[in-house]
């Protein structure tokens, strides 16, 4: 079935420093969501991208769809303290019913 | 506001016992999810019902139960036949989306424990 793997499973940076997320999937899918989850809450949605290629920004988040449409990406300029948390993407392939979700990111602020 | 509404906060099961879980929405989305989350792992689909008096199974299906009678509600049992039922119970609500995924509104979760 549809695999949808996310990697790092965490990443401990300095405040200020940037932080990446990847997810990578074993098929084409035909959009992906992005989700935060800051510790001992629930999931939030981000953004959804669609098309092949496209780009999205949200001030200091940079989200990408890659150009097959299996990969993606997630990108934190300048981190902060308010970036604490779980970072997730979930996508569907062409041929399924539900989202599959990754693992999950964990970023880490170090003090 | 409107929202998802998720009870009780943290819930002890005892062996053999069947325990619900509730999910109230006020969104009035069409589509409802259950989830399970364990350390460390994203969120698992348990069942997912599109719209009322109608659900489907999801990956995890085996050992809980759900209703849909109404298009508010949504509820979770977890019976006697799930072994390992110690997680992190989430709900999620969202629009119909046809192609194009909505995105999905989450509760604040239940936290189930065994005794």
């Known amino acids: 079935g549809q695999q949808v793997m996310q990697i790092p499973q965490y990443q401990h940076v300095q405040e200020g420093e940037d932080f990446t997320t990847y997810c990578n999937s074993s098929t084409t899918l035909s959009n992906i969501q992005w989700y935060k989850q800051r510790p001992g809450g629930h999931p939030v949605f981000l953004i959804q991208l669609v098309k092949s290629g496209e780009v999205k920004k949200q001030k200091r988040l940079t989200f990408q769809f890659g150009e ?18 779980t970072y997730f993407c979930a996508g569907r392939g062409d041929s399924n019913y539900q989202l599959i979700w990754g693992a999950g990111t964990k970023l880490i602020i170090k003090p | 506001d409107g929202g998802i509404t998720q009870s009780p906060k943290y819930l002890f099961r005892k062996e053999g016992q069947n325990v619900t879980l ?26 997912y019902s599109q719209i009322v008096n109608d659900f489907q199974k999801g990956d995890i299906a085996e050992g809980y139960s759900v209703s849909r009678e109404k298009k508010e509600s949504f509820p979770l049992t977890v019976t006697s036949a799930q072994k390992n039922p110690t997680a992190f119970y989430l709900c999620a609500s969202s629009r119909q989306g046809g192609f194009v995924d909505q995105p999905q509104h989450f509760g604040d979760g239940t936290r189930l424990s065994i005794l």
């Not at chain 1, 097959?68 to 948390?85: M, R, Y």
């Not at chain 2, 009035?28 to 460390?40: E, K, L, S």
């Open chain 2, 22 to 47: 509730s999910c109230e929405q006020n969104l009035n989305h069409d589509a409802m999810y259950w989830y399970r989350q364990d350390p460390g792992q994203g969120l698992r689909l348990i069942y």
């Open chain 1, 68 to 85: 097959a449409k299996k990969n993606s990406s997630l990108h934190i300029t300048a981190t902060q303290t308010t970036d604490v948390g």
